[in-house]
T-cell receptor, first 113, second 116 residues
């Protein structure tokens, strides 16, 4: 399977704490994306990092990418209860010539007030 | 609110029924996607349409038949489904589908399908 692995599978923290999720993947990539999914809803795009980038920020989000280790991390700072969701990394690569996202196994984040 | 609209939100059907899932976007995107997501699992790609042309079929069984009537609409026709096909079916769109376009995908909230 080309599916990436994420850890931890589940993370429980208090509001105000930081949350870090890690993603490892198997193939060469064009970019890596992070998505959030609230229970019973669709996925929301958070951030895209290209293969030639090492770090990217968006508000309270910080993403790093290490292509030599085929890994990425997502840091959410000063977490809020509203951040409670599942988070997926997705790699965009392959040899079809078309965007083909392969999602990681996901991290379920619970932020308690 | 999501910019990709999927209908219906829920669908229960028997194994002999024929039904269709619908997806609509008005963002001018030229790429549209179908995903299948089982409970507590990540989404899995089924089909990719680029400029209304089927570009990727991830070896999906023929009981799932996609259709892209125009650049704003994407359908998934269902026939003779099996209980294991019960899942959340997600539609997504992006500006382009080409590999190096580096475009994020916009997802609908999905259709929760149950096969009796």
């Amino acid at each position: 399977s080309q599916q990436g692995e994420e850890d931890p599978q589940a993370l429980s923290i208090q509001e105000g704490e930081n949350a870090t999720m890690n993603c490892s993947y198997k193939t060469s990539i064009n970019n890596l994306q992070w998505y959030r999914q609230n229970s019973g809803r669709g996925l929301v795009h958070l951030i895209l990092i290209r293969s030639n980038e090492r770090e990217k920020h968006s508000g309270r989000l910080r993403v790093t990418l290490d292509t030599s280790k085929k890994s990425s991390s997502l840091l959410i700072t000063a977490s809020r209860a509203a951040d409670t969701a599942s988070y997926f990394c997705a790699t965009d690569g392959g040899n079809t010539g078309f965007q083909k996202l392969v999602f990681g196994t996901g991290t379920r984040l619970l932020v308690s007030p | 609110d999501t910019e990709v609209t999927q209908t219906p939100k829920h669908l229960v059907m028997g194994m002999t029924n024929k039904k269709s899932l619908k997806c609509e976007q008005h963002m001018g995107h030229r790429a549209m996607y179908w995903y299948k997501q089982k409970a507590k699992k990540p989404p899995e790609l089924m089909f990719v349409y680029s400029y209304e042309k089927l570009s990727i079929n991830e070896s999906v069984p023929s009981r799932f038949s996609p259709e892209c009537p125009n650049s704003s609409l994407l359908n998934l026709h269902l026939h003779a489904l099996q209980p294991e096909d019960s899942a959340l079916y997600l539609c997504a769109s992006s500006q382009e589908a080409k590999l190096h376009s580096n475009q994020p995908q916009h997802f609908g909230d999905g259709t929760r399908l149950s096969i009796l």
